[in-house]
């Protein structure tokens, strides 16, 4: 580092403060850094506190800063006690002086950050600067309230910064954290002194002379003590135990004051705070509290500001007020609930009930009816959980908020919202959610009798064709379908069957200036009904099957709701598959129908596609599954056909059709799968039998034959896998992994066909490709786990994984994707079933396992937080919890003493030593907790071989040159991790966070 003069370095300052490029100001900031981490820094930063110029003197104290905060380690008591004089003589100089605000809030953050660092003394540091400010001597021994009273209340103000910053700097820290007691004892000291220095300020209305404040002075000197009053409610709130001998009643003497204050303020952050307060510190409040609140907000205050949020042109101010009412509403809701017909109650109701009452639309012009949500969706589970009989009392209130909510829930009209911001609209989805939301809830108190209103609304807009009306009905029904609300009772039933019989659906398909809005709406809520249609649908089949030719008509006419109708469908068909089975050949005929519609998308006709399948999975047999299966697989035949005999395959038409053809044959795999409530044979589940009968015993064996052909002449015409679309690909893995569990079925494809596309594939696909089907294997492997005629299958997978690290990935940090995505499908090789896993083929074949499981530990070293996370589960798992389990656990009891001994003698030390550089700093504190597992299960196995192998690592050379721990935390850090109690207690990762914080080389135990 190039030495400079005072004036050389003053001149850098004034640089770095006025210069307007960029790049030199990074250049100046890099050089002058050197200098603030340089053992000169503290001499510097005492030097330029006199200089003229303010900026000099903030970079002065921001080198405090930095110096106190990073650079205090290796200073003596004596140093330490120097740099303590030094920051509070240029707090007293600079206070005096006066000095620009910029200036001493950060010698404010100096001090504030020496006190936390552990190896300073904790003292009542306000107490210290009010005595000294005031010049009283502490031989004097004078109550504070008096020392407070002798000093100019200018110069309170830095105190209270001081005061703010403390507190908040404490809060960053781990409050679990046995190295963070001096910053508890630091705030026990100066807790009593900062309420009475809060008590002075906000009240007084002179200065130490006896003459009046300025107004203007006045207001801003209160501000800030409620900051700072605010800063230390909020932070001790959080800790009970403080709470022993803690000054309730300056608290709550103070609280009084502020709430006042708010009254006549009307300061847009004095009311928030208010608010947070409620919300944050209920338990700082008394009654006569709340009841000071309740008379502010019923008296001309209150009203004066409800006029204000109900005007068409109420100010952004505005919520600042409603947030201060909806915590407030929210903290004496119990009390309200209970005393309905209480004038108080009555009165505070009114005022929530106006925050939806707003005028304009809810986001764009009525900002308030979206805070006031928070209040009326807790009421509402606040009421539900009530079983008292107030509840009765409250319903027609409940009711009447929900037919405002339904009214500000309605979608404006276009030409209303063509001039609405992409966030606007997104935020409006919010509001209507929510809004829904409360009506599911309410749905619980009022019963049917709101569905009936919903209902009365939706037939009633239709009468006058507003059509978004109907919407907004619909949409709140679609709520109670959506969250099985509606049970099935024979009046929900009979009302929503008046619904289906209006004359919305025929008005939808025929009807002219139909919302796009409301297809979707009605598209979506008939697929929500599938409990309807399912009770429905034996007795009165005509229904059903009007509501699908309706679905069905509606298909063509909007392009962008395609997709909408069709999981309808495909809904409906998979859960009345059962029902519907006398219409597979309508349903086969609709299709083919639709398969020539050029007006439909490639992706709707698979749905649909996917829906036929869905019934013939529900018919009875497979004997008569087998013809309509042959059809809708002659279909995606011809379809391919045609794309391979295209002039030029390479045109986009041809490939879409390949694409196609994929998809199609992916949502029929998806649709012809067993059933989950299928029965499950217990005995077949934990017999040694193979769990696939052989090809030549399967009826689907020429199915499969024939799905194969599909896959591979689709991949020819797309041009091999390499060249496929994310889309093409997955869908062929989706096909394979769809039968993964099926014992027999259409696409219950032979095994060795998915491990040879693998093989087949894994060199010449991009990485996002290859996630894909690391995914796939992995599920492969897990679905098939304990079945021994896999295992040969099984060591072919391992031996790719091998591979495939070693040419695609090499070193964990080149892909981190792909290392995670590795190491997953490697734990899934750990899974057991009947008893059995394929962890002995890792182990027993050297090749794959020494890659493998080296990986497994580069990636414990590296920096990249999900294949560290990822590998630190693998070893969890793989590690056996002792040694006397051994023989029960995935690596027991199916190798040769030889395989155990090499990984006991040189894998197990060699992840001590990988957790150990974690340990000491290495890994990002959110790691600690996965990276603890495996150490666990390292002591647990066996304690003293750990505790040799932890010893080495913590005491080798490179582990002290990364640290500046002690041999005495590491010997205290080896015991405690050793010891039984620590990990039966569950402190084992509180021992390592202690210890990882020390290694990082500061006492703070900042959350991180």
């Not at 390479?650 to 998809?663: C, F, G, M, T, V």
């Not at 998915?754 to 690391?774: H, K, N, Y």
Request: aromatic share 8%.
């Amino acid at each position: 580092m190039a030495t400079l003069s005072r004036d050389e370095l003053v001149h850098k300052i004034e640089t770095l403060y006025s210069a307007t490029n960029p790049a030199v100001i990074e250049a100046v900031q890099f050089e002058l850094l050197g200098f603030q981490r340089s053992t000169l820094g503290w001499q510097l930063a005492n030097k330029l506190l006199e200089d003229g110029n303010p900026n000099v003197r903030f970079f002065a104290a921001l080198t405090f800063t930095i110096k106190v905060n990073n650079d205090m380690e290796p200073l003596s008591g004596d140093d330490i006690a120097d740099i303590r004089g030094k920051l509070y003589s240029w707090f007293f100089r600079l206070v005096r002086a006066q000095d620009a605000p910029l200036v001493t809030r950060k010698l404010c953050s100096a001090i504030v950050i020496f006190f936390m660092n552990r190896r300073t003394e904790p003292e009542n540091v306000v107490e210290l600067l009010l005595s000294n400010l005031a010049a009283v001597n502490n031989a004097d021994a004078k109550p504070i309230g008096e020392v407070i009273q002798k000093l100019p209340v200018q110069q309170c103000v830095p105190i209270l910064w001081l005061a703010t910053g403390m507190v908040e700097e404490a809060g960053k820290m781990d409050a679990h954290s046995a190295l963070n007691e001096n910053i508890r004892k630091l705030l026990e000291l100066n807790r009593q002194t900062v309420f009475d220095l809060a008590m002075y300020t906000f009240s007084t209305q002179t200065d130490s002379t006896g003459g009046p404040l300025d107004e203007e002075f006045r207001n801003r000197l209160r501000a800030t003590t409620f900051e700072c009053f605010q800063a230390w409610a909020l932070h001790d709130i959080g800790n009970p135990a403080i709470f022993t001998n803690y000054p309730l009643d300056k608290l709550r003497a103070l609280l009084n004051q502020v709430i006042i204050w708010c009254g006549e303020s009307n300061e847009s952050e004095a009311l928030e705070g208010l608010g947070e307060l409620l919300n944050s510190c209920l338990k700082f409040f008394q009654p006569e509290h709340l009841s000071t609140i309740s008379e502010m907000l019923r008296g001309p205050w209150g009203k004066q500001w409800v006029s204000a949020i109900l005007s068409e042109d109420a100010e952004e101010s505005s919520e600042s007020f409603v947030r201060l009412v909806t915590a407030f509403g929210i903290a004496i809701m119990s009390q309200a609930i209970s005393n309905p017909d209480n004038k108080e109650t009555i009165e505070i109701m009114e005022i929530m009930f106006a925050l939806i009452s707003c005028p304009g639309y809810p986001v764009e012009e009525d900002t308030i009816c979206v805070l006031g949500l928070e209040f009326w969706s807790t009421f509402v589970e606040r009421l539900e959980d009530d079983l008292s009989d107030h509840v009765d009392v409250w319903k027609p209130y409940i009711a009447r908020v929900i037919r405002q909510l339904l009214m500000k829930s309605t979608i404006p009209p276009k030409s209303e919202t063509d001039g609405w911001s992409d966030d606007t609209r997104k935020e409006f989805q919010v509001f209507r959610r929510e809004a829904r939301e409360i009506n599911i809830s309410a749905f619980m108190l009022l019963g049917n009798d709101l569905l009936y209103s919903l209902v009365h609304e939706a037939l009633e807009a239709l009468k006058t064709k507003s059509w978004l009306s109907v919407e907004a009905a619909l949409y709140f029904i679609d709520g109670l379908a959506m969250s099985d609300s509606l049970l099935g009772g024979e009046s929900e039933d009979a009302a929503i069957e008046n619904l289906i019989k209006s004359t919305l659906t025929p008005e939808l398909v025929n009807g002219d200036g139909i919302p796009q809005r409301l297809r979707v709406t009605v598209a979506t809520l008939l697929g929500n009904l599938t409990g309807f249609f399912e009770r429905s649908a034996s007795a009165n089949p005509a229904l059903f099957f009007s509501v699908l030719d309706f679905l069905f008509g509606m298909l063509p006419m909007d392009e962008k709701i395609q997709q909408s109708i069709a999981r309808t469908i495909v809904k409906l068909c998979e859960s009345c598959n059962k029902l519907i089975t006398q219409w597979l050949d309508h349903f086969l005929e609709q299709y083919e129908r639709l398969r020539r519609a050029t007006e439909v998308s490639g992706s709707t006709k698979a749905r649909i596609l996917g829906a036929t399948a869905a019934i013939i999975q529900g018919l009875d047999s497979d004997e008569k599954r087998f013809r309509p299966t042959s059809i809708l697989l002659t279909m995606i035949e011809e379809d391919l056909q045609t794309a391979i005999g295209a002039p030029d395959p390479k045109l986009p038409a041809a490939i879409e059709l390949a694409q196609h053809a994929l998809s199609c044959l992916h949502h029929i795999a998806k649709a012809l799968r067993s059933p989950d409530d299928a029965v499950i044979d217990l005995e077949a589940e934990s017999s040694s039998e193979p769990f696939r009968k052989p090809a030549s015993e399967d009826p689907w064996s020429p199915t499969h034959e024939r799905v194969l052909n599909i896959i591979n002449g689709a991949m020819v015409a797309l041009g091999g896998p390499a060249a496929a679309s994310d889309d093409a690909f997955e869908d062929v893995l989706g096909i394979f992994k769809c039968g993964y569990t099926e014992r027999s079925g259409p696409f219950a494809l032979p095994l060795q066909s998915s491990v040879a596309f693998f093989d087949f594939t894994w060199e010449t696909i991009p990485s996002t490709q290859l996630a894909a089907l690391l995914s796939t294997l992995s599920t492969l492997v897990s679905s098939q786990a304990g079945d021994a005629a896999f295992e040969p299958l099984a060591l072919r997978c391992a031996r790719l994984l091998a591979e495939l690290m070693g040419a695609k990935v090499g070193q964990p940090a080149n892909d981190p994707e792909i290392a995670t995505c590795l190491l997953d499908a490697l734990q899934c090789f750990l899974r057991r079933r009947r008893g059995r896993d394929f962890c002995r083929v890792i182990l027993a074949y050297a090749d794959a396992r020494a890659a493998l499981l080296n990986f497994a530990l580069l990636c414990v070293c590296g920096q990249d937080i999900l294949p560290k996370r990822s590998a630190a589960a693998f070893w969890a798992t793989f590690i056996p919890r002792n040694k006397a389990a051994a023989a029960t656990q995935p690596t027991g009891g199916m190798l040769s003493p030889d395989v155990h001994r090499e990984v006991e003698e040189t894998l197990y030390p060699a992840l001590c030593e990988a957790l150990a550089c974690n340990f000491g700093g290495l890994a990002a504190r959110s790691d600690l907790d996965a990276l603890c597992k495996p150490l666990r299960q390292l002591l647990d196995n066996d304690t003293r071989a750990t505790r040799q192998a932890l010893k080495m690592a913590l005491y080798s050379d490179g582990f002290g040159q990364r640290s500046g721990v002690s041999d005495e935390d590491k010997a205290r850090f080896l015991t405690q991790v050793s010891s039984p109690e620590t990990r039966r207690g569950g402190r084992l990762v509180s021992v390592v966070k202690d210890f990882w914080i020390k290694c990082r080389g500061s006492g703070l135990g900042y959350v991180s």
